[in-house]
């Protein structure tokens, strides 16, 4: 009897070690693709801030441009219109 008992124990233990065994492999799994799936998040979040600055770098180029150009038009207007007023104050 106390063999049975031994026996019903001893296969209890192997079921509890095997429980064990299991559930920490598939939590050490989950874990390695958590992990995984930080790392390519972050390296997405990366990529991210690197095309937002290169935006944010395009757009400034392109105000201080067009800036220069309405800086240089209404140069053109002002002598324009120098020159149509001197025109017909000298009529």
Do not use: P, W
């Amino acid at each position: 009897m106390f063999e049975e008992n031994s026996n019903e124990a001893n296969g209890e233990n192997q079921r509890c070690i095997q429980e064990f065994l299991q559930t920490y492999e598939q939590l050490d799994k989950e874990a390695k693709m958590l992990t995984v799936a930080k790392e390519d998040l972050f390296a997405i979040e990366e990529e991210l801030h690197f095309m937002l600055n290169e935006e944010l770098e395009t757009r400034r180029k392109k105000n201080l441009s067009l800036r220069r150009e309405v800086e240089e038009q209404k140069r053109k207007c002002v002598e324009l219109t120098r020159i149509l007023n001197a025109s017909v104050r000298g009529q």
